[in-house]
C-alpha cells in the first residue's frame, strides 16, 4: 500500500514517524521545498511542486499512490485545493490532517483579519512596533508602513520587497514562554501579527502577549476543500490509513 503524505509540518513529520517501517507500506512524503533545509521525516522524500492539481493526479497515477493525505500548513490553500482535485480525478482517498487552531482566552485582545492585506489595514491603528510572525513570503503586503517598524522572524532570510524598517530574526520553533517574554519586552513590541497557525510550538508568543497586554492581529485561515474528511492529530491520521479499505485489499490479501 503506498501512501503519500504532503508534508511539511510537524504533524506530518510525526505521522511519517508512526507509520514509517509498517510491513507492506510504502510511504513518500512531499516537500514543498521553499525552506532551505527542511526537517526531512523518515522514508522516502520528494522535494518540489507537481504541476497543479492535474499534475499531482499524474503522479498519484503513476506511483500507484493508494492514499493522499494532505498535512501540509493550515495556510498552504492553494496545494490543499489541488489535492483535493487530484485525488477527486484519481480516485485517491484523501484526508486532511489540520492542527487545532487557536482561541483567545481572557486577557486577550485580538483582532481578526480574513488576509494579510486586511493585517496590514489594521496595523497603524494598534502599535508602531511590529512583531510580524506570518513568515517571510507576504512580507511585500507590509512594505508600505514605512512609518511603523517590523520584527520579523522567519526561517530562511526574506527577498525584497518588504518594510524599510525591519530587523529579521532568524529562528525556527518550538519556542518558550521565557523566550518570548524577553523578545517583547527587548524590541519593546506593542503590537503582534500572526496568522492562526494552530499548534504548540508558536502558541507562547499568544502567552506572552497577553501578560504584556499587547495587541494581537490574527489571520483566519482559510478554509479546508469541502467534503475532504479532516483529524487533528497524526494518531488520528495514521489510524485511518491502517484502517481504510484500500489496505485491507492491499495488505491482507482482502478480496
Do not use: C
Not at 21 to 50: D, I, K, N
Not at 101 to 118: I, N, T
Request: charged share 20%; net charge neutral; aromatic share 6%.
Amino acid at each position: 500500500m503506498h501512501v503519500l503524505i504532503l508534508g511539511g509540518t510537524t504533524e506530518a513529520r510525526q505521522l511519517a514517524g508512526l507509520l514509517h517501517g509498517t510491513p507492506g507500506l510504502e510511504l513518500t512524503s512531499s516537500l514543498a521545498g521553499r525552506v532551505a533545509s527542511p526537517r526531512l521525516p523518515p522514508g522516502e522524500v520528494r522535494v518540489g511542486g507537481f504541476g497543479g492539481a492535474e499534475g499531482m493526479a499524474a503522479w498519484l497515477r503513476e506511483h500507484a499512490v493508494d492514499v493522499l493525505i494532505d498535512a501540509t500548513h493550515p495556510f498552504a490553500g492553494t496545494i490543499s485545493f489541488n489535492a483535493a482535485s487530484a485525488a477527486a480525478a484519481a480516485r485517491v482517498p484523501l484526508l486532511a490532517l489540520r492542527r487545532p487552531g487557536w482561541a483567545p482566552v481572557e486577557g486577550d485582545a485580538w483582532y481578526e483579519a480574513g488576509s494579510l492585506e486586511e493585517a496590514a489595514t489594521l496595523l497603524p491603528g494598534l502599535g508602531r512596533r511590529v512583531f510580524l510572525t506570518t513568515g517571510r513570503m507576504g512580507l511585500a503586503t507590509f512594505a508600505h508602513l514605512d512609518d511603523l517598524w517590523f520584527l520579523v522572524r522567519s526561517v530562511d532570510a526574506p527577498e525584497p520587497p518588504y518594510p524599510p524598517r525591519m530587523e529579521v530574526l532568524l529562528d525556527r520553533g518550538p519556542f518558550t514562554l521565557a523566550g518570548e517574554r524577553d523578545l517583547l519586552r527587548h524590541h519593546r513590541i506593542d503590537v503582534l501579527v500572526t496568522k492562526d497557525s494552530g499548534g504548540t510550538a508558536t502558541a507562547p508568543k499568544l502567552t506572552a502577549a497577553r501578560e504584556a497586554g499587547v495587541p494581537v492581529i490574527v489571520v483566519r485561515r482559510p478554509p479546508t476543500p469541502e467534503g475532504v474528511q479532516v483529524v487533528t492529530d497524526p494518531e488520528s491520521a495514521a489510524h485511518w490509513v491502517t484502517q481504510h479499505p484500500r489496505w485491507g485489499a492491499r495488505v491482507q490479501g482482502a478480496p
